[in-house]
């Protein structure tokens, strides 16, 4: 949807490298979700953001919401092949929305 | 605990023919969610309940898609006549309340349902 918009679209990285998913709203954001899909499959709750600042890790994964919380960014540290998927981030304005998702391949 | 189950898993149709998609949300959640997700799109919200009150289905094509949650538990989604660009995977959601304001709670999801029209 609009709301959100992702970057990048797609991303292929070598194993073992860092990188970083990017979520935009141009609306204040009240909540902001990550999410993992894998092809064929539904989507894997990762982590939910609430407060400008606010940060939150599982296992490699950071996530981050801005002070003025119109934006969000992932963050993978040393990527692996089992973090190769679709990465959507979701937000409620009135009805939930999702980004169109940036797709990560992972180079063993 | 068991997660949000969908059926069937794969369908093809005709289009112009009619199909039924069935999920049963995680016992004890209250709202549950139909979203269809084009290939290469995120998900989009189709009909949100909350028990089995309709909270919105502002983008529900109610010409032809058609959905309920009787007794507030499972739900079906209709869709008939089926057409070509309806080509696409139903995800049904639920969470443990949800609702119009404040923050959603968090959505779990069911494996989708991928149905293509020919």
């Known amino acids: 949807s609009q709301e959100l918009e992702q970057s990048p679209q797609s991303l292929i990285v070598q194993e073992g490298k860092n990188l970083t998913i990017n979520c935009t709203s141009s609306?204040?954001?009240?909540?902001l979700y990550w999410y993992k899909q894998k092809y064929g499959e539904g989507l894997i709750f990762l982590m939910m953001l609430q407060k400008g600042g606010e940060e939150k890790s599982h296992e490699k994964i950071t996530a981050k919401l801005d002070e003025k919380k119109q934006q969000s960014s992932l963050h993978i540290t040393a990527s692996q092949p089992s973090h190769a998927g679709i990465y959507l981030c979701g937000a409620e304005a009135g009805k939930f929305y999702f980004g169109s998702g940036t797709k990560l391949n992972v180079k063993p | 605990e068991a997660g949000v189950a969908q059926s069937p898993r794969y369908k093809i149709i005709e289009k112009r023919q009619s199909v039924a998609f069935w999920c049963n949300p995680i016992s004890g959640h209250a709202t549950l969610y139909w979203y269809q997700q084009i290939l290469g799109q995120g998900p989009k919200l189709l009909i949100q309940?909350?028990?089995?009150?309709?909270?919105?289905d502002s983008q529900l094509p109610k010409d032809r898609f058609s959905a309920e949650r009787l007794k507030g538990v499972d739900s079906t989604l209709k869709i008939q006549p089926a057409k070509l660009e309806d080509s696409a995977v139903y995800l049904c959601?639920?969470?443990?309340?949800?609702?119009?304001?404040?923050?959603?709670?968090?959505?779990?999801f069911g494996p989708g349902t991928r149905l293509l029209v020919l």
């Open positions: 609306k204040t954001l009240y909540g």
């Open positions: 309940f909350q028990n089995n009150g309709v909270v919105d």
């Open positions: 959601a639920s969470s443990l309340l949800g609702g119009t304001s404040g923050p959603q709670e968090t959505q779990y």
